[in-house]
């Protein structure tokens, strides 16, 4: 058993990844209560949600669980740009028998009050995805008994989340599915504190192999491999690279106690790992999902639709419509380049079988190694 | 030691990656003495070339090697087409005092006569990109005592050269330096024998991490790992995917014997993951390089330059004299997502250090988790 294992006392290394606005309290006790790590992505949960989510899960596990953040601020768009982003979802909200979309109240839920609120719920882990904590937030995280995990996809990032004094880091590799946690800006050196531009996305899009590799050589603080992982082989790989945990979204997507709809589960049962992209024309933020009518149709968006959460909330009616329609064509299908290994199960069967699948792909190996040199 | 070792027999699962104008017979002769498979990329030599190479890796070394080819038919393309690449490339030819290039005689070698040489230098193995062979053709080779194996960028592309009787497919990840390998079209389902699209290039960016471990997973042939794997951990990690070998390419490429000029060293010592790009603009096939003035002044060209070789015979002279000049603005800069982790040193002594940390990667690591289970 690893640092890693034996700070959050689970028995295996094996993370569900945070899935806002897919997982469920009920996904997240069962991957916890089978000797995981259970995740509840937060980043769309109100401070009121979270307290429920939060709740709901300890009243099913005495296990550790984590929770996740997107590290954002409240943007104010200027009108011209919401205007030009509504005039073109219009169609699309028109085909399904809608109304064009409104700007809302406000873009996304507050970080500060949602930070508090996990100060409140202290999970034994809490991550952040989107940005970066200063080092007096991960200290008052810390001080609640939180491990604080921080989501990089480069190097840099991962640097910079050890230089904050986070616990862990979370490398996430460009095939894993959702939304890409670029938060630093490669292209543009000595620009701190921009947001990344598409330019910079690009430059972050490291697979997990060398990532891993990377921050398991470069940092002193325990590595999460995330990213196309979806067996005991990716488990037992990634390991080898030198992470201590794995970190798996899509593989339990089609879980039966996540939240997506049956278009979705469609979609996943027949998608191949050609078939996902990263795009920005959902959220505003390049994300990976699998290839679909809206995806096609707005790709010619994608260096102009306004950026995360502003386009991800004027999406958000649509998205929801598509789903309660059935209709898999409007749906943002996130999911990472190992779709096509998904295997729909109860939770607790998947993490039972990925323990027995990672043992057999550790054992015969070793041998043959070791008998080898 | 695996089926793929014993059938090759060599002491180590480490092929060094062919690197068309990079690699040298010093370099691959090299690698095999010191007990990997040392290789020849071959795409861009004639078959007389290819017949010294062999000779000069056979005169240094009596273990086994490899050759690689690019499957490839003489293009045709039309006189505007040359014409428009020709006016995009004479600012940059004007820059290093050159006048613009001119139409080749030929495009590229004749891929029926390297084949042919191929045969006749009966290498241990025989691989290939940017195509794949006939049955016909793979039984030929298999006639001679040459191990057949094909590059694949995705489970299809693998499956495919098993259906021709490939004795091992290499799995090469989006990681991967240099060209991609990709030869099918997974977004124009049914349109056998067409040339992949920038969109089919696209969808075809697996990472090496699933593609790995879904090619294992399917194929009943031996896989070979390629992409980002620059160190004893990579090592361990893509044999615990289920590879049986890996293929190292850029950890090779700043070694004492490979053919590369200063320019390019220089740059490899300096570069990070998040400078690398693919980009069909110095050859009109999608590459991954160290980004440089030349790729950002034709990034506009992405598109529309003509496809390989025709790009590739066009721009070879500026690149050529680029190179003499010392010049690493308009050198392509093939360089893989692992480029941080180049270590410049003579090739036997990269293999013996690879040996070691894998061997250091792989025994605590089967210790510690047959303990935790």
Chains 1, 2 share one sequence.
């Not at 596990?61 to 009108?79: R, S, Y």
């Not at 997506?260 to 996902?276: K, W």
Request: overall charge neutral; aromatic content about 6%; proline content about 7%.
């Amino acid at each position: 058993m690893n640092a890693l294992l034996q700070r959050l006392q689970i028995d295996l290394p094996l993370f569900q990844g945070p899935m806002t606005g897919s997982d469920t309290p009920q996904l997240a006790a069962a991957v916890s209560q089978a000797g995981g790590l259970g995740f509840l992505g937060c980043g769309m949960r109100s401070p009121q949600a979270m307290r429920e989510v939060a709740a709901a899960v300890r009243a099913a596990t005495a296990k550790p669980f984590g929770m996740n953040l997107f590290v954002l601020e409240q943007p104010t768009p200027d009108a011209a740009t919401v205007q030009a982003a509504i005039d073109r979802l219009a169609p699309l909200y028109a085909d399904l028998g809608l109304p064009p979309p409104e700007a809302p109240a406000r873009w996304c839920e507050d970080f500060h009050a949602q930070f508090e609120a996990l100060l409140e719920a202290r999970p034994a882990v809490a991550s952040f995805t989107f940005g970066i904590l200063t080092a007096a937030q991960v200290a008052r995280l810390q001080a609640v008994g939180s491990t604080v995990i921080g989501t990089a996809t480069t190097l840099a990032e991962a640097q910079a989340w050890a230089a904050v004094g986070a616990d862990a880091v979370c490398a996430s590799g460009m095939e894993a599915g959702g939304h890409r946690g670029t938060f630093l800006t490669p292209t543009q050196p000595g620009a701190t504190g921009a947001a990344p531009s598409l330019a910079d996305f690009a430059a972050s899009m490291v697979g997990t192999l060398p990532l891993v590799a990377q921050c398991a050589q470069a940092l002193s603080i325990p590595v999460i491999a995330a990213g196309g992982i979806m067996d005991g082989r990716g488990i037992a790989g990634a390991l080898a690279l030198g992470a201590q945990a794995v970190q798996m979204g899509t593989a339990f997507l089609n879980c039966s106690e996540s939240a997506i709809g049956p278009a979705y589960r469609e979609a996943l049962a027949h998608a191949q790992a050609t078939d996902t992209r990263t795009t920005r024309i959902f959220s505003g933020r390049p994300a990976r999902g699998i290839v679909n009518r809206m995806m096609q149709a707005l790709q010619a968006d994608e260096s102009t639709v306004p950026p995360y959460p502003v386009q991800n909330a004027l999406t958000g009616a649509l998205r929801r419509a598509a789903a309660q329609a059935g209709q898999a064509d409007c749906l943002s299908l996130w999911a990472g380049q190992g779709v096509a290994q998904v295997r729909p199960m109860p939770a607790a069967q998947l993490v039972a079988l990925l323990a027995q699948e990672w043992q057999q792909a550790t054992a015969p190996r070793s041998t043959s190694t070791i008998g080898h040199q």
